[in-house]
């Protein structure tokens, strides 16, 4: 796709005299209505006045590029105007704008056209090119002056990449530069264009890392940040921070990437940069083996970037259900209840319906969020829908969170594969490649995977678990609740957690109580030892998951282990044998004390109809001190 493309020629103007902003916004406007890719002027014209009341588009340098993006528009387009005697944008330098051009984006996945739009956009920044626009004489001559320089301007993978080091006798000064703005079409773009032409006059080593709607670009590596004198981070958009702690930072609005880049540079080879210091820096390194870049490093990040995105479903989500059971318990006497209606405890008056129907939609969400947020971590946002997927699988499935973590790295692997096979492509291809073959190709792997692979193990190793515990009822109670009670805590939701707790229940059917009680007092300590914890050994915590800790008492007591499953995914290794030993320490001692249960689910709320609770409420702070000491003895130090 070219430039002109998107440039209709009725929706180009060489003679505009708008006398103010909003007429120059008005005209433009109309221009672009009349190239018939818009279908609904208003809608579109409130979204092209609602950016500009986000901060002006008037760049300087007697530019300006408004634009919008909503369903008003059909397709992607632009419309120019040439303003010969200026007119008072609002612009950053404070001069007239003599040129305009309007951006209109679709609200749609289709992101081809943002590379054209950024590439126009870094084209104005050349004095020679927009005063030819400027002079043009005919619209014919003014497309055949982007057309010219659109073959002449490097794709924007060729941008940005680094210049080429010095000789060693001429040290350069090393700068880095981050870019991103909320739409990510243009400024984004004209930013790095300043910055790097900035950089490059002054004879620097510069790379951009370009943050726009297509994603992230020239993506900075560890060594970089590492070697870099300074860095220039001019975004008015989140990026992440916490790679560059330590290191010396210039944080600004993007617009100074566009009219301050000058200055900039000139603070970095000055050296007058103040260091940046990120508050989860630390957290960050404690599970990396101490080798910032190494394998450890990236799948920790991975890990905890999913893990943080599913936090705040479970802790909703869990809160909410954990309300249900308790309005049920106050409402509803349980031993009134015939054996089956018992099963619907947290359903059965309608303000608790209501709610554990809310808060069990929060948690459908967990797992493909885990598995999504990975996936992204390590192919960035053409991964994010591949691991969204495989982690519905999972969760529709038997394999659990453990299938969720699974799904989530194998996601993120997929599209990288699939991005070095494209990059082999003819150009045309690689360029619908983000919005066509990444998601075609990647969904179709990650299902064939989890349905082939994943799900299969899986799902054979829950039916010898089935197997295998019905062989043992019989035998020694003691062991068996040992056995159930850890298994709970093995997954928290996955396969074994599964192949528990359906034979609990199978077992009040049965009329063998003494089993579920075993059951369920294991689902409850992971999360409720989890929270002890954090509170006894803060500095084996992160401070989000410190600050999350104590809600795990609320979940574990109402019988919710899936609130100890971001804890686990974020350090399996030490977390869940801990909370193994834990649970199953507290499913042997209700076997041992002979407590039964009538209900499936409930926690703390169904204590009323707990045959010895006295002795159950012991065996539950038990099994909780021994895995909360557990995790205090096992887990490495955050900071």
């Known amino acids: 796709m070219r430039i002109t493309d998107l440039l209709d020629k009725r929706s180009i103007s060489l003679d505009g005299a708008p006398k103010n902003k909003q007429e120059a916004l008005d005209m433009a406007i109309d221009l672009m209505k009349g190239s018939d890719k818009i279908n609904d002027q208003e ?190 981070v001019a975004a008015d958009t989140q990026v992440p921070m916490d790679r560059f702690n330590g290191r010396k930072v210039i944080v600004c609005q993007v617009s100074d990437g566009i009219s301050k880049a000058d200055e900039l540079v000139d603070r970095v080879i000055r050296g007058d940069v103040p260091v940046y210091h990120s508050e989860h820096a630390a957290e960050q390194q404690a599970s990396s083996g101490k080798a910032s870049g190494g394998i450890g490093h990236q799948i920790y990040t991975q890990l905890m970037n999913g893990v943080s995105h599913m936090l705040p479903f479970v802790v909703g989500g869990g809160i909410l259900i954990a309300l249900a059971f308790l309005i049920d318990g106050l409402c509803v006497d349980m031993n009134a209840l015939a054996p089956a209606d018992r099963a ?29 947020f990975i996936a992204m971590a390590i192919g960035d946002r053409p991964a994010l829908a591949v691991g969204f997927v495989g982690g519905m699988m999972a969760a529709n499935g038997n394999s659990g969170f453990l299938g969720a973590l699974v799904a989530g790295f194998a996601a993120g692997y997929i599209i990288k594969g699939l991005i070095c096979i494209c990059e082999k492509l003819p150009e045309a291809l690689e360029k619908i490649a983000p919005v066509l073959l990444y998601p075609l190709f990647g969904i179709l792997i990650i299902g064939l995977l989890m349905n082939f692979v994943i799900e299969p193990v899986m799902g054979a190793i829950n039916g010898a678990m089935n197997s295998g515990l019905m062989s043992m009822s019989g035998s020694s109670k003691i062991i068996l609740g040992m056995i159930l009670g850890g298994m709970m805590a093995i997954d928290m939701g996955g396969p074994f957690n599964k ?141």
């Open 499 to 639: 192949a528990a707790y359906v034979f609990g229940t199978a077992a009040i059917a049965a009329g063998n109580y003494d089993i579920m009680a075993a059951v369920m007092i294991g689902g409850m300590v992971p999360p409720c030892a989890i929270a002890l914890a954090t509170l006894l050994f803060k500095d084996k915590f992160t401070k989000e998951e410190r600050n999350a800790g104590p809600t795990n008492f609320i979940m574990g007591l109402a019988f919710i282990t899936e609130g100890a499953i971001p804890f686990a995914a974020a350090d399996p290794i030490h977390v869940l044998p801990a909370c193994i030993i834990g649970s199953a320490a507290a499913g042997a001692l209700s076997m041992a004390f002979q407590c039964t249960l009538m209900a499936p689910h409930g926690g703390i709320f169904v204590f009323p109809v707990v045959g010895n609770p006295l002795m159950y409420l012991l065996a539950l702070v038990v099994g909780t001190v021994v895995s909360a000491i557990l995790l205090g003895v096992l887990k490495k130090k955050v900071a």
């Open 43 to 232: 809608v579109y014209r409130k979204q092209v006045y609602k950016r500009e009341e986000e901060g002006t588009t008037g760049i300087g340098m007697g530019i300006a590029i408004p634009h919008g993006k909503c369903n008003a528009v059909d397709r992607p387009g632009l419309a120019a105007m040439v303003i010969k005697d200026g007119v008072d944008f609002d612009s950053l330098d404070g001069e007239p704008v003599h040129l305009l051009f309007l951006i209109a984006a679709p609200d749609t996945e289709d992101n081809i056209h943002l590379e054209v739009l950024s590439k126009l956009s870094m084209m104005l920044m050349d004095d020679n090119f927009t005063q030819s626009l400027k002079n043009a004489s005919s619209v014919d001559e003014f497309m055949e002056i982007i057309n010219k320089a659109d073959e002449e301007r490097p794709d924007l993978s060729e941008q940005f990449g680094g210049s080429e080091e010095a000789p060693a006798e001429e040290k350069q000064v090393k700068i880095l530069a981050v870019t991103g703005c909320p739409t990510g079409i243009a400024h984004t773009y004209m930013a790095a264009e300043g910055i790097e032409k900035a950089a490059k006059a002054r004879g620097c080593f510069v790379k951009v890392e370009t943050r726009g709607s297509g994603g992230a670009k020239n993506v900075l590596t560890a060594q970089e940040i590492a070697d870099a004198d300074g860095i220039i």
């Open 344 to 372: 619907n405890f947290g359903t059965i008056t309608p303000v608790a319906a209501m709610l554990k129907n809310i808060g069990g939609i929060a948690f459908g969400f967990m797992l493909p969020v885990l598995a999504g």
